[in-house]
């Protein structure tokens, strides 16, 4: 069964950093794509960021810059380094991996979902 845990979150001040981790079991993410989504309340999920492959990496506008995806394929492991957050980045975040290599922005072609790790910004 394959599962993907997410940790990291939690409550930090504006101009603060998080690392988010997600911790995959089950099958070998090496040669698929992850990703990192959010959902803010009352707001659509929406994708953050998202990486094949260990150097081919998309991100969203409004994190570019301040966040980083990475992966450690040998921990079977996805993180997030969040830098310089703001109170609009409060959101839940969410691990996504879709099988393959082909890297999509789209939310409907993830395959597997972690539950989600909240992540506040106060102002």
């Known amino acids: 069964q394959v599962q993907l845990v997410e940790s990291g979150g939690g409550l930090v001040q504006t101009g603060g950093s998080l690392r988010l981790s997600c911790a995959a079991s089950?099958?070998?993410?090496?040669?698929?794509?992850m990703g990192w989504f959010r959902q803010a309340p009352g707001k659509e999920r929406e994708i953050v960021a998202a990486?094949?492959?260990?150097?081919?990496?998309y991100y969203a506008d409004s994190v570019k810059g301040r966040f980083t995806i990475s992966r450690d394929n040998a921990k079977n492991a996805l993180y997030l380094q969040m830098n310089s957050l703001k109170p609009e980045d409060t959101a839940v975040y969410y691990c996504?991996?879709?099988?393959?290599?082909?890297?999509?922005?789209?939310?409907?072609?993830?395959?597997?979902w972690g539950q989600g790790t909240q992540v506040t910004v106060s102002s």
């Open positions: 996504a991996a879709r099988r393959g290599t082909v890297l999509t922005t789209t939310i409907m072609r993830y395959d597997y």
């Open positions: 990486i094949v492959w260990i150097d081919t990496t």
């Open positions: 089950g099958r070998t993410f090496s040669r698929d794509v």
